[in-house]
């Protein structure tokens, strides 16, 4: 097997929590846990999850804008959190990110030659003005952008356009890993089809590695190779898209692709009956028990790992 | 029986580019217990068109054409006559339960307050009707007290809460824009579960207002496609979502890519619409959909298109409608 | 909007209740008598702020002489006394049937006793001075006392009459500070401070009773408030009104008296001898044919205060007018600062205590000494800095004071003093004027001294404070002159 | 709602025992000996240097201090070096002034600048809110002394409606008290109510810009119901904020006011106090007044909590 | 969002309140310039002779107990004011803006401390304090400023913390860090330029409070020092002679209300103009 491009070891992330009484410790929000994932060149890994289940965390933490609690994450064999910050800086030119917010992630105050160019300063070598323009140019008609834009500034895009300007600062350092945060969710339907297309191309012409973080399965389903799905903070279920999502093992999966509206309005399907928890959630138990309509006795003081089951990684003791 | 008539609804807003027209010649109505939805991108006009209903629109906007409620034109009202329909014959649900409830009132408080505005009940009856409303939501008052605030619930919860007052005065109709664009999925399905339930048990007309079309296709009989503040495809949700006609509606669905795609041999391109949708003082005359759409004539580009019949129950704004081998 | 509509109404009704309750008049047996300074504490023998004495002397506290309105020594508890023939030895009678406000009676033990309290080593008087020449003090019997003094002094009646030295009870005189006990013929009532001062008639009075049941004394330090005051009514009357510049507008009034009297402020820009281009006698010379008394009396005074050529009252007759030994002459100025070495003028600082008098001329003697070149930085200091920078370290080119002490050219003999004149020719006239008795020849030594200092522009001598006395026309009896720090309400009534 | 607590007492404690800090070291490099200020221009240096061992200025600075924190807690404040009588009796001689005029002050300020704001925000971009926000734009420009001086003029000098200053004492009624409190309230309450108008205008502005605005309507609340009953309490969040702020301002205000209408106030204490170098007064009277407006910071902040349910924490059910 | 002064103009120009505002404001600005140069009279000759004249022909608007001429004062007032109010403002800026940048970008303990300190400057009521400073360092203009400046610190430095923690809250942000900017670069570079408009606002606010807050100083004394003329101590000085003289006490007193109004509405006005999303606060 190739050696990963991204391999994510065991990765903890805990959050403090504002105390409720004075001389209490503080209490911890875990955000992930245990997180074990590899991204290989060139293909597109999925991630999955409800709001709050820490996937934007995993993001942040794969692009080192967050520290972990415990773990860490080695890019092309680099440990990034065990490097000198100088180092990690020239390193951040092979991975880049692209955001939700089309509004919110670009600089108001800084035209598009600001934006755009701002990834270069990761690159050791120093370029002169002209230089930049160049490459700005360039990564703007790539992303289908006019390439004499640049004195323009973001207000005077549509979001489409603003998402296509992150697409190229996060492009211009040539980087092999994009994470790419929820990206096209903010962008109407017809937008959000323009700008996959460009990813995928892009991902094509560039092989280029995708980390896809969304809560749209369907999106998910589209994009990726591989998708893994978070429940809480730890992975449930992982592996191929199509195994996946032909033949979800956890019930959360299940759920999750139950609960999808489809536009067939023929296509009366299962629905996702209301769940009467059946135990008393501990500390032990498993994350899902009181969401799931499959617990059985061993769920309540057990937390099951993720293990193979035919061909996926599943955590659920009752998997089919 | 038509509970509901909209004639002629136009509605001029003040922007920053002066006043625009940002909804024009809507017609459409609904009878009574039916659920109505209406389809579009943002801007389209679909939340413009429920808040007109409500006479819930900024004070310098105009609105012209016609609201009938049961014989009566909410736009000839009185603010004093309007205050009476909100909330007690057309009930409102919106996107943000974050920031559509009050965040300093207790949630017991701000379901009571439309009960004791129009029903005028004594407190012992207020509080009966109370609990069994949050019991209707899923909020029984047993587990969730009605001296909760709103920042102490989840967003579902929170959800659930305007539904509770959207309901709380038996209305004729049930508006809900986007009730659950905020939400999880599975959340999502919940929400939508209910609302489907509650309309069904007291016979609620309902419009569902959503850009997800698995969302209306799941939830509505009838539906209206809007695109830039005109209704470019109307008719049964069966038929239109089975049989679109307009160039516009076929795009958005060859946008959205499936689930169950990745069952399918091979890696296929969204086909996706061209260009992006005119901002609303560069909207185009005649079709607004013309610069974007592959089918345009010059009389597109001209005059706008009529009303013109697919079927018994669809109808569609388009001189070049789709027919079914264009969709193959 | 309504809830408007309340407010505008109860601020109508506030008005309307106001304009009823000042209709009612005030009793004509009491008097609002205005003060610029709010005394530190009541107790004369134990400060030196002249408004200590200006609110309790001759009112509560009573020494063995008084002072009249004309600067005359008159008996006060003392009914006689007698001098011996060396002029060492004075013995007082005293009245007899005389009490404190507490009740507890006057007699000659008192007068020992507050005598020894105000020269004894540890004493807290101000004006120690005044009782340095006593040797001792004895009581022959209970309305009898005996002072020797170490040698003759002529001023030593008048200095009796001092607030410094009036007769305490021992067993209150601790307290006095804030409830002061005294023979007086009112007694101490309360004190609002930062407010007023409440006396009343003590009934038990040994001599003439006052005509006035409550005199109050309202401190108002401002001298625009002082205007609106009076303006107002709130107050009756200022013995020394602070706003000179108003005084053409209360004269105008036919609501008020207005009276300029005469003090002992002698009002100086005093200068620092030892200092700079000021130690030069040619540069003081300038200086004071620099200064155009009229005009500074005009703008800083409006016209009242007479002008001095040296440091003395011009109202004593040991006064000498000498304001032509150094006229108004800008030619001459720059003539002599030229001659100092200073054709282009030199730069200095002149440090302005609180009092408009200082604040004002300042600014006036600033301007006229720049047309001879020498510029002024103004620094306006508090009191309690000009005490410590000015007047305890010296610290200074130029100040505006007036030197409010009666007979006080004195200090020009301490050579310590913040003028830092060190003549020991004055000294000698000094110790020349301790030892003589005769008026003639005092006179005649306090003559050579006034044209000594006046010879060597110690100072630039200015003008005399005027007592600008503004009060209801129905008001009788207020004293126009301040021969000693004293507001003396005895005499005080109203006529309709 | 606890933790809360506990976290503002002791941030409380510990900004009033840095500011007992910083005006102790403030204070004792200020110039001026009280015992020269004591005893007047002849006062011998022996008599001087007695007075300072008996005021206690010979000892060390941080024993000092120390003493001087000790007696704030024991509410010990020492004599004053100019009146002679305790500075707690001073002080609350005082404060029966001030603590009564900066109510009223307040209170009247509130009483116009609420209604006021909410008239403007009612009728925004009508006739009503321009005069509305042009007296206020007036009200905060027009600096309180000047007003004062001008009120003095109109209804004490020209009208002789009311006295022009001096406070008649709590002995003499509440009619003539009032009488003297009347014109330094309206001097101070004016230009408080033009700002605090202003703020009560613009967050209910912002308030009814909120989506729960639209919900009330949509419930059928009346626009009135929507002012009073909805927007009213969520916008007081930043009417509070400011009135907290004021209430310094309003301190300061006293300062100058007091010292226009000569009321024997805390105002003027201080200022005589500094201008005499009443170093035992100045210190007591600045600690007292900023532990005033912190004690008030405290307040509005267990305010906020009381209007805003979100503070007073809990979490989901 | 506006790139150029001139485009802030050409949108200014249909704001009222800016229009006014900046007018007012402008022509304050410009008596004050033309102070340098030229006033009717010399404000430091004193001529008692002419005295407490009514408006004339020779003195426009009369002249004061001095026989100084007013309209020289109130000319030269207006410069003091400047200076005071613009200097008070660069050193509120100077240090209020860094502190709440950092405070900001560091948050922690840093930000707790920077905040602390902030709520107790703005503990000591602050015309007690300037009192307090001016009775140290004795009065004076230079004082004045100071005492000004110090309580324009921690107005800037929570402006500036406010806008910047909301800013730090982007996404902008996040792209900055992953293209390996350190918390300074950013500030300066992307929060500074975000919260300049507010900054500017802030500053146009805290310089009418400058001139309110000098005016005040100098009414009771401890501000500007003679002959320098201000308008707080003409205030000051023409209050003895307000019965008689009441043209004294107008004059200056009008000059203040309309420099701080036209300050404030042109305040206003800027912030309408630089960020129509903000709606007005004060």
């Given amino acids: 097997m190739k050696k990963p491009l991204v391999k994510i070891e065991d990765v903890y992330k805990d959050y403090q929590l504002p105390k409720k009484y004075l001389f209490q410790k503080a209490p911890v929000f875990r955000a992930l846990h245990g997180i074990n994932l590899e991204l290989h060149q060139g293909t597109s890994f999925g991630i999955v999850g409800e709001s709050g289940c820490g996937k934007s965390t995993l993001a942040r933490i794969v692009m080192a804008l967050d520290e972990p609690t415990s773990g860490t994450v080695f890019f092309d064999g680099q440990d990034l959190f065990n490097m000198p910050a100088a180092e990690l800086k020239h390193l951040r030119r092979n991975f880049q990110m692209v955001f939700q917010d089309p509004y919110g992630s670009l600089n108001p105050r800084k035209n598009v030659m600001g934006i755009v160019a701002e990834p270069l300063d990761t690159l050791k070598e120093k370029l002169s003005y002209a230089q930049k323009k160049e490459y700005v140019a360039q990564i703007l008609s790539e992303v289908g952008l006019n390439a004499t834009d640049t004195d323009k500034f973001p207000h005077e895009f549509s979001g489409g356009q603003r998402q296509r300007i992150a697409i190229a600062r996060a492009l211009i350092t040539r980087p092999s890993l994009i994470v790419a945060d929820e990206s096209v969710s903010a962008l109407d339907v017809s937008v959000q089809a323009q700008v996959l297309n460009l990813m995928m191309d892009l991902q094509e012409k560039y092989n280029l590695t995708y980390m896809f973080i969304s809560h749209d399965l369907s999106v998910v389903e589209y994009v990726t190779d591989q998708v893994a799905v978070i429940y809480m903070g730890q992975i449930v279920e992982q592996g191929t898209t199509k195994a996946l999502f032909q033949r979800p093992l956890h019930p959360y999966t299940q759920t999750l692709l139950r609960a999808v509206p489809d536009v067939n309005p023929l296509n009366k399907k299962l629905k996702n009956m209301p769940v009467i928890p059946l135990f008393e959630k501990t500390l032990e138990s498993c994350s899902f028990l009181d969401r799931c309509n499959k617990a059985t006795r061993i769920c309540v003081n057990n937390a099951p790992e993720l293990l193979e089951n035919e061909g996926q990684l599943v955590a659920c003791f009752n998997a089919e | 029986m038509t509970l509901l008539q909209v004639q002629d609804l136009c509605v001029t807003l003040n922007t920053a580019h002066g006043p625009q027209e940002v909804i024009s010649h809507i017609n459409f109505s609904m009878d009574a217990g039916e659920k109505l939805g209406s389809v579009g991108e943002s801007g389209c006009g679909k939340s413009i068109t429920a808040l007109a209903l409500m006479s819930l629109l900024p004070l310098d906007s105009q609105t012209k054409g016609k609201i009938i409620l049961e014989g009566q034109d909410i736009l000839k009202l009185n603010s004093r006559k309007i205050c009476s329909i909100r909330g007690n014959r057309i009930g409102m649900i919106f996107q943000e339960p974050m920031t559509a409830l009050n ?132 008719g049964s949700t069966m038929d239109v979502f089975q049989n679109m006609s307009h160039p516009y509606t076929y795009g958005l669905f060859s946008a959205i890519p499936h689930v169950g795609s990745s069952a399918l041999p091979g890696r296929k391109r969204l086909s996706s619409i061209p260009g992006q949708v005119p901002e609303l003082h560069l909207r185009p005359r005649g079709c607004n959909f013309a610069d974007r759409c592959s089918r345009a004539s010059k009389m597109c580009k001209a005059k706008e298109p009529m009303a013109t019949r697919v079927s018994d129950q669809h109808q569609v704004w388009c001189y070049h409608p789709l027919s079914c081998e264009d969709k193959k | 909007m309504s809830k408007i509509k309340i407010i505008v109404t109860l601020i109508v009704l506030s008005l309307g209740i106001a304009i009823n309750a000042s209709s009612v008049m005030a009793a004509k047996d009491s008097l609002n008598l205005g003060m610029v300074l709010e005394p530190t504490h009541l107790d004369p023998t134990a400060g030196a702020a002249a408004s200590i004495d200006e609110v309790v002397y001759a009112n509560i506290f009573e020494g063995l002489t008084r002072i009249d309105k004309n600067g005359a020594v008159k008996p006060g508890l003392a009914s006689s006394w007698t001098v011996s023939e060396d002029k060492k030895t004075y013995t007082f009678n005293l009245q007899k049937g005389v009490s404190f406000h507490d009740g507890a009676s006057f007699e000659a033990d008192d007068v020992v006793f507050s005598l020894n309290r105000a020269r004894a080593e540890d004493s807290v008087n101000a004006q120690k001075a005044l009782f340095k020449p006593i040797e001792s003090v004895t009581s022959k019997d209970s309305n009898t006392v005996v002072v020797t003094l170490t040698q003759p002094t002529g001023s030593f009646l008048f200095n009796m009459g001092w607030g410094d030295a009036i007769i305490v009870d021992q067993a209150s005189a601790d307290k006095n500070k804030s409830n002061p006990i005294g023979t007086g013929p009112f007694k101490f009532s309360k004190w609002v401070k930062g407010d007023r001062i409440v006396m009343v008639r003590n009934d038990a009075y040994w001599g003439t009773p006052a005509k006035l049941k409550t005199a109050t004394i309202k401190i108002i330090p401002d001298p625009a408030a002082a205007v609106s005051a009076m303006m107002a009514g709130d107050i009756d009357g200022f013995a020394n009104f602070p706003a000179p510049e108003s005084l053409a507008q209360f004269k105008s009034d036919p609501r008020f008296t207005v009276v300029i009297g005469s003090t002992e402020g002698e009002t100086i820009l005093s200068t620092n001898n030892q200092r700079g281009p000021f130690k030069n006698l040619k540069v003081r010379q300038a200086i004071a044919h620099a200064l155009d008394r009229k ?111 009666p007979m006080d050219i004195g200090i020009y003999a301490r050579k310590d003093y913040y003028f830092a004149y060190d003549s020991p020719k004055f000294q000698a006239l000094m110790e020349k004027l301790d030892a003589t008795v005769e008026t003639d020849a005092r006179y005649k030594i306090l003559g050579d001294a006034q044209r000594l200092i006046s010879a060597e522009c110690v100072n630039g001598f200015m003008f005399q404070l005027a007592k600008h006395g503004v009060w209801n026309k129905n008001i009788r009896g207020l004293w126009e002159n301040s021969p000693v720090q004293a507001n003396d309400l005895t005499e005080v009534y109203w006529v309709d | 709602m606890r933790i809360f607590l506990a976290k503002r007492v002791f941030t409380l404690v510990l900004t009033l025992l840095v500011a007992t800090l910083v005006v102790f070291v403030v204070l004792e490099i200020l110039p001026g000996d009280p015992a020269a200020v004591m005893l007047g221009i002849n006062a011998e240096t022996d008599t001087l240097n007695a007075l300072r061992e008996e005021l206690g200025l010979n000892r060390p600075v941080w024993v000092r201090y120390t003493h001087w924190v000790g007696d704030l807690i024991t509410g010990n404040l020492g004599i004053s070096y100019t009146y002679d009588v305790p500075v707690s009796e001073l002080i609350l001689d005082r404060i029966t002034v001030s603590f009564p005029l900066a109510l009223l002050a307040m209170t009247l300020s509130t009483l116009i600048a609420i209604p006021l704001g909410v008239m403007a925000a009612s009728n925004h971009n009508k006739p009503m809110d321009f005069l509305v926000m042009s007296f206020s734009q007036i009200g905060i420009a027009i600096p309180n002394f000047w007003f004062a ?50 703020v009560t205008r613009s967050a209910l502005l912002e308030v009814l810009q909120e989506d729960f605005i639209r919900t009330a309507r949509a419930k059928g609340v009346t626009n009135q119901g929507i002012l009073w009953k909805h927007a009213l309490r969520n916008a007081l969040i930043p009417v509070v904020t400011i009135m907290g702020l004021q209430f310094s301002f309003l301190l300061a205000g006293t300062i100058i006011i007091e010292n226009v209408f000569y009321l024997p106030g805390i105002g003027r204490l201080i200022f005589q106090a500094i201008s005499q170098r009443d170093l035992i007064v100045v210190k007591n009277l600045v600690i007292l007044l900023s532990a005033a407006v912190i004690m008030i910071n405290f307040m509005v902040d267990l305010l906020y909590a009381f209007i805003d349910p979100r503070l007073k924490g809990g979490g989901d059910v | 969002m506006f790139r150029t002064l001139a485009e802030v103009f050409r949108h200014g120009l249909k704001n009222r309140s800016f229009v006014i505002g900046g007018t007012i404001s ?84 840093l930000d707790e401390l920077i905040m602390r300190f902030n709520d107790l400057t703005f503990a000591f009521p602050s015309l007690i304090s300037a009192i307090m400073i001016t009775a140290i360092l004795g009065p004076g203009s230079v004082n004045s400023i100071i005492a000004i400046g110090i309580f324009n610190v921690p107005v800037f430095a929570r402006v500036a913390r406010g806008a910047a923690l909301s800013i730090w809250k982007r ?112």
Avoid at chain 2, 143 to 165: C, D, E, K, T, W
Avoid at chain 3, 359 to 372: D, F, M, N, T
């Fill in chain 5, 171 to 282: 996404e902008f942000i996040l792209a900055a860090r992953s293209a390996g900017k350190g918390l300074f670069k950013i500030s300066i570079e992307h929060i500074l330029p975000n919260i300049a408009s507010m900054l500017i606002v802030q500053a146009t606010i805290q310089f009418a409070l400058g001139i309110l807050a000098e005016a005040g100083l100098s009414y009771l004394g401890l501000g500007t020092q003679p002959p320098m003329p201000s308008w707080g101590k003409m205030l000051n000085e023409a209050q003895t002679f307000m019965h008689f003289a009441p043209q004294l006490a107008i004059y200056p007193g009008v000059a203040i209300a309309l420099t701080v109004m036209g300050l404030n509405l042109f305040g206003d006005g800027l912030r309408d103009v630089l960020d129509p999303k903000l709606r007005r606060r004060r």
């Fill in chain 2, 103 to 234: 965040p300093v009132k207790q949630i017991g408080a701000q379901v009571s307050e439309s009960i004791y505005l129009h029903l005028k009940l004594t407190r012992k009856q207020t509080l009966e009707r109370v609990t069994e409303l949050m019991d209707k939501v899923g909020l029984p008052v047993s587990r969730f007290g009605l001296n909760l605030y709103p920042h102490q619930l989840s967003g579902g919860q929170r959800q659930r809460v305007m539904i509770a007052m959207a309901i709380a005065c038996n209305p004729d109709i049930l508006i809900a824009d986007e009730p659950t664009t905020a939400l999880d999925v599975t959340v999502q399905e919940q929400i939508l579960d209910l609302i489907r339930e509650l309309a069904d048990s007291s016979g609620m007309a309902l419009i569902m207002i959503s850009h997800d079309l698995g969302v209306i296709a799941q939830t509505t009989q009838n539906v209206m496609v809007m695109y830039t503040g005109n209704i470019v495809e109307m």
């Fill in chain 5, 26 to 109: 402008l022509l304050f600005f410009l008596i004050a310039f033309l102070s340098y140069f030229w006033t009717p009279y010399p404000v430091e000759d004193i001529n008692i002779a002419e005295k407490l004249l009514k408006p004339s022909a020779k003195y426009l608007l009369g002249t004061d107990h001095f026989g100084r001429d007013i309209l020289s004062m109130l000319i030269q007032g207006a410069r003091n004011s400047v200076i005071v109010a613009f200097v008070a403002i660069g050193i509120g800026i100077g240090c209020g803006v860094p502190l709440g940048l950092m405070a900001a970008a560091k948050k922690g303990w």
């Fill in chain 4, 149 to 198: 001086m001008l009120l003095t003029l109109l209804f004490s000098v020209t009208l002789r409606l009311l006295p022009a200053g001096g406070f008649a004492g709590w002995d003499a009624g509440i009619v003539p008290v009032l009488k003297s409190f009347l014109l330094p309230t309206i001097a101070l309450a004016l230009p408080q109510a033009a700002i605090l108008a202003r």
């Fill in chain 3, 295 to 405: 005009a500074i009396i005009d703008g800083a005074m409006f016209g009242y205060g007479t002008p001095i050529g040296t440091h003395f009252a011009p109202h004593h007759p040991a006064y000498v007018d000498l304001i032509a030994t150094h006229p108004y002459d800008l030619e001459k100025a720059k003539q002599l600062l030229a001659e100092a070495g200073y054709p282009d003028g030199f730069k200095g600082v002149i440090k302005l205590p609180p009092p408009s008098y200082a604040r004002r001329g300042g600014e006036i003697v600033a301007s006229q000494l720049r047309k001879i070149g020498i510029d002024l930085e103004i620094i306006p200091v508090e009191w309690a800095q000009w005490l410590d920078q000015v007047f305890k370290k010296r610290d200074y080119d130029l100040t505006i004071v007036s030197h409010t002490e």
